[in-house]
């Protein structure tokens, strides 16, 4: 099964920081990567799908990059609305792998 | 307005079953592939399931297969997850989700998710 280590866990930073997280899969998994963000006590939203594409609605802040086994997600100009945790998530052959998530808070 | 509306979940003992439920509306449900995802507290996401767009294809995590079983029925616009032989390390939150796939196109990513339905087992 493919692993993905996203990294860091945790993340503090100011508004309008420049936020970068990554995600490092076990293979390669071309560009079979998406984004999503938790906030808390709330479902999961689709932010990033199939590497680098931006879901409909999403702020053009967010944006992914990245293909193989190595990749990021950044927000270009950090807002207060933005605190939650993110996670990367891949898929091959019908399965499915979550990284561990980066909790983001506001310094 | 897509909406998915878990429920089903409850306090269960150990080595018990449960089924849970997940009602659809607001898309042609039965165009589409969906998931269970799941979230123990505290934790991050673990993909449990998935199925087709016609039910005739299922995928499973290595640490519910054999003990899980999805299903659905188009003609309720419903999603079920079937859960016996229970452990404690199954306590989470369980979601429902959308898949982006179209029909027969390959499953990719969860567009649309439920607010989830919480099993706990526990004696």
């Known amino acids: 099964d493919i692993q993905m280590t996203q990294s860091p866990s945790s993340l503090s930073a100011s508004v309008g920081d420049r936020v970068t997280i990554t995600c490092q899969a076990s293979q390669d998994i071309s560009n079979y990567l998406n984004w999503y963000q938790q906030k808390p006590g709330k479902a999961p939203k689709l932010l990033i799908y199939d590497a680098s594409n931006l879901e409909t609605g999403v702020p053009s802040r967010f944006s992914g990059s990245g293909s193989g086994t190595d990749f990021t997600f950044t927000i270009s100009s950090l807002q207060p609305e933005d605190i939650a945790t993110y996670y990367c998530?891949?898929?091959?052959?019908?399965?499915?792998?979550f990284g561990q998530g980066t909790k983001l808070e506001i310094k | 307005e897509v909406q998915l509306v878990e429920s089903g979940g409850v306090v269960v003992q150990p080595g018990g079953s449960l089924r849970l439920s997940c009602a659809a509306s607001?898309?042609?449900?039965?165009?589409?592939?969906m998931h269970w995802v799941r979230q123990a507290p505290g934790k991050g996401l673990e993909w449990v399931s998935l199925?087709?767009?016609?039910?005739?294809?299922?995928y499973y995590a290595d640490s519910v297969k054999g003990r899980f079983t999805i299903s659905r029925d188009n003609s309720k616009n419903s999603l079920y997850l079937q859960m016996n032989s229970l452990r404690a390390e199954d306590t989470a939150l369980y979601y429902c989700a959308k898949d982006i796939g179209y029909s027969g196109a390959t499953p990719t990513h969860l567009d649309y998710w439920g607010q989830g339905t919480l099993v706990t087992v526990s004696s």
């Open positions: 998530q891949q898929y091959d052959n019908l399965q499915y792998t």
């Open positions: 199925i087709s767009w016609d039910g005739g294809s299922t």
């Open positions: 607001g898309f042609t449900f039965d165009d589409y592939a």
